[in-house]
């Protein structure tokens, strides 16, 4: 196994995006739902270690939920 292999790194899929006050983020209890902006394209972001690397789309394959890249960011060298 290569060195590179053995690098981890953190992954996020970002579904949404809202703002609110402290006090209303305070208030929030078990079970909750927290509204999100709109998503006309229904993408989601792929965030890995904080930047952003590329977007996707919510798919269900065998029962589970996943994420399927659909563009990449380019990446300089």
Known sequence: MRA???IEVELSVVLGRTDMPIAQLLRLGRG????????????VEIVVN?????????VVKDQQIC?????QEQIDP
């Open 67 to 71: 994420v399927e890249v659909r563009e």
């Open 50 to 58: 904080n930047a952003h690397f590329a977007k996707g789309q919510v």
């Open 32 to 43: 909750a739902v927290i509204m999100l902006d709109d998503n006309d394209s229904e993408e």
């Open 4 to 6: 590179i292999d053995k």
